[in-house]
């Protein structure tokens, strides 16, 4: 089973949707959690950190379950710039000291006119 | 330029032959990390460093070889490149900060090794 679990879609919406992303981890240590987006053929960048209360960011909402070890991203009035990869990262202290960051492997957004 | 940059952004080499991907970042961040990105496995960390001189293993260290002389660079080494290492390959910096532990990435070398 792999560490992060996420449906890699596409998820094909029309602009102005709501569109939900989900992802499950499996090592209950994980500390920190985060939604990455990567555009085609770019570099991952952070979209946000996620809380175990919840965290909003303008369109943007990160939803945590630790005691289900999932973690969600809903994304509202969808636009055509929000088209891309977006991933799913968790955070782990490990032996060597410093943190671990596992990546899943994403689930593509594709938002249309 | 401050950042985070890589070297080369492209490279096609023959299997056999030794590569080396450089990366170079101007914040001073403490840790800096080798990834690589295929389809079907998500990013992959293959070495990090937490600190000048210190270096570790990640989740798929073999054939791969790291060095960190300096805070700024953290050059990553294909000793005899195998067609298995063609992918993107990413470096990232981070500093520990709080619980934001962000890491900020390069631009990424695409190789292929034919």
């Known amino acids: 089973r792999k560490e992060v679990e996420q449906d890699p879609g596409p998820f094909n919406v029309p602009e102005g949707a709501t569109v939900a992303f989900n992802c499950t981890y499996s090592n209950s240590a994980s500390q920190s959690f985060f939604w990455y987006r990567q555009d085609c053929r770019k570099e991952p960048k952070l979209l946000m950190s996620?809380?175990?209360s919840g965290n909003e960011d303008g369109r943007f909402t990160a939803q945590l379950n630790r005691a289900s070890q999932y973690i969600s991203l809903l994304i509202r009035d969808s636009k055509l710039s929000d088209s891309a990869t977006y991933l799913c990262?968790?955070?782990?202290?490990?032996?060597?000291?410093?943190?671990?960051?596992?990546f899943g492997t994403g689930t593509q957004l594709k938002v249309e006119l | 330029d401050a950042g985070i940059t890589q070297s080369p952004r492209y490279k096609i080499t023959e299997t056999g032959r030794q590569v080396t991907l450089m990366c170079h970042q101007t914040w001073s961040h403490s840790y800096m990390f080798w990834y690589r990105q295929d389809l079907g496995h998500g990013l992959r960390l293959i070495y990090y460093?937490?600190?000048?001189?210190?270096?570790d293993k990640g989740e798929v260290p073999d054939g791969y070889v790291v060095s960190r002389s300096k805070t700024e660079n953290f050059p990553l080494t294909l000793e005899s490149a195998t067609r298995s290492q063609t992918s993107v390959y990413f470096c990232a910096s981070s500093e520990l900060a709080g619980t934001t532990y962000e890491q900020y990435f390069g631009p990424g070398t695409r190789l292929t090794v034919t």
């Open positions: 996620v809380y175990s």
């Open positions: 990262v968790v955070n782990r202290a490990h032996t060597g000291g410093g943190n671990k960051l596992t």
């Open positions: 460093s937490a600190a000048a001189d210190i270096t």
